[in-house]
């Protein structure tokens, strides 16, 4: 399974929606889960929404494999971005000319 290139342009649509109706916990938990898997920057674009907005209260209410998998995404993506940003919209570029070069 792959991510469409329209996937990666609706991004600022999703974060709008959530901005508007919010991400619940169980969302939440879906959407970090494929973390480990083909998908992961599903996994990423929602730890990252939930770094930014989130109380550490709320985070903590998510299960336990769900947490560690927020918190190995803060520290191998998000901590990371906030000093080399252009790193991780230069991966994002690289995926979506892996997808692509893909079809």
Known sequence: MCLSCE???QADE???QWDREGLSL???EELLSYYH???FPVACEA???IEKNWTRDLI???DN???LAFQEIKTKHIDR???EDENWQSDTLIIKIQLLTDK
């Open 60 to 62: 903590e209410k998510l």
């Open 14 to 16: 999703r974060k709008k």
């Open 47 to 49: 730890a990252e929404y």
């Open 26 to 28: 169980d969302e939440a």
């Open 37 to 39: 898997t083909t998908i």
């Open 7 to 9: 996937w990666f342009d």
């Open 81 to 83: 971005d906030s000093l």
């Open 65 to 67: 494999e769900r947490q």
